[in-house]
Structures are given as C-alpha cells and as structure tokens.
C-alpha cells in the first residue's frame, strides 16, 4: 500500500479528548477502522472509497482529504 500524504494534515477528535493527527488516506483508513464511533453514515462508506481510490491512484489524495473531513464532520468529530 502506498503511503501518500496530504498537503495539511488533519488532527480529529474523539471521545476523552483523544486526538489523532491523520496525515493522509492510508493513515485516514486506520482511523476510520478503528477510532470511528459510525460506521453506518453515507460519508464514512464514501470516504473508506475515495481513500482507497487515492491511495491506487485513482483519485487524487487532496480528494480523499475533502472526503474524509466529509465524514468526520458527519461523525461530529472536530477536525483541526
């Protein structure tokens, strides 16, 4: 799996004042696998896509950025 980074990384943040800084869609795919409280929600089906998308090269990675702050936004995560 390549590991493309975004041009600014994105600091989410989840329950307990528990913070991660994602760095691009390889990192946004492990967060989403394991820190995501829904798993449920249209955006967060979208974004694990368009991140997956990035990272083979069939999207550009500042897309799956958007996606993923799509779906923490969804989430009510905080992003920075």
């Known amino acids: ?8 990384p994105i600091q989410v943040g989840f329950a307990q004042g528990n913070a991660k800084m994602v ?24 974004a694990r896509s368009v991140c ?3 990272i083979d090269g069939r999207k550009s990675a500042e897309e799956a950025r958007e996606m993923f702050i799509s779906a923490a936004q969804e989430a009510h995560l905080a992003t920075h």
């Not at 799996?1 to 600014?8: C, L």
């Open 52 to 54: 997956r998308a990035a």
């Open 23 to 46: 760095d691009g869609p390889s990192d946004a795919l492990h967060c989403m696998a394991d820190l995501w409280p829904d798993r449920r929600g249209p955006l967060y089906v979208a």
């Open 1 to 8: 799996m390549r590991h493309i980074k975004w041009n600014h």
